[in-house]
């Protein structure tokens, strides 16, 4: 890793990356997101301040936990502009995201063993499937062509399934004879 001279207080964009490890492409990135700001040379080149470059390890190591970036600009926006984020900053707001993550792992857990259930299916049917319909209202009650048995076998009547989609309820009940769900 290239070291710079600590009487440069200003970066290039080649050495920011440099040093980050993060490409040119997601440093301007970060900045049209208010994650990083530079400033412009005469010449139109961009210079970063020093302190960019704990504010990059921040967002990258904050990305790799699955902080989404509209959430790290908002951590980063309570901070003044020039400060470095230090341990304490990443102490609170790591804290502060806890909660978040337990829950995404919570809903990560219950994918993995729906996706289970769904390969042995293979149904992935739009109106039952607690993968590709998660917020079926139905889906509480139970899923597949258990739902269906409320219905007499054979009666046809149309059902809504989605915006402009229809579908006959009977032809539902022909599915689950032949084995689906």
């Known amino acids: 890793m290239p070291q710079i ?9 080649g050495q920011l990356a440099a040093r980050s490890g ?5 440093l301007h990135f970060y900045e049209t997101k208010g994650l990083i700001s530079s400033r412009r040379t ?8 020093r302190d960019t470059l704990r ?8 990305q790799r936990v699955g902080i989404p970036l509209a959430t790290i600009r908002e951590a980063l926006a309570e901070l003044p502009e020039e400060r ?4 304490e900053d990443w102490a609170r707001l790591s804290a502060a995201w806890r909660a978040e993550l337990d829950e995404r792992i919570k809903q990560l857990n219950r994918l993995r063993d729906h996706l289970t259930d ?6 992935l049917s739009l ?5 590709s ?20 076998a054979g009666e046809r009547k149309t059902v809504e399934q989605g915006p402009g989609e229809q579908r006959e309820e009977g032809r539902r009940e022909e599915e689950k004879a032949a084995g689906c769900c």
């Open 5 to 13: 001279p600590e009487k440069i207080h200003e970066l290039t964009v």
């Open 55 to 62: 504010r990059v390890a921040f967002v990258r190591a904050a």
């Open 118 to 123: 769904c390969i042995g299916c293979g149904c």
């Open 22 to 26: 993060a490409a040119v492409s997601a």
């Open 133 to 152: 319909n998660p917020d079926d209202a139905s889906g509480e009650r139970g899923s597949g062509s258990r739902l269906l048995v409320e219905k007499r």
């Open 42 to 49: 005469a010449g139109n080149q961009r210079r970063y301040h």
């Open 127 to 131: 109106a039952t499937c607690v993968l």
């Open 84 to 87: 470095t984020p230090n341990r």
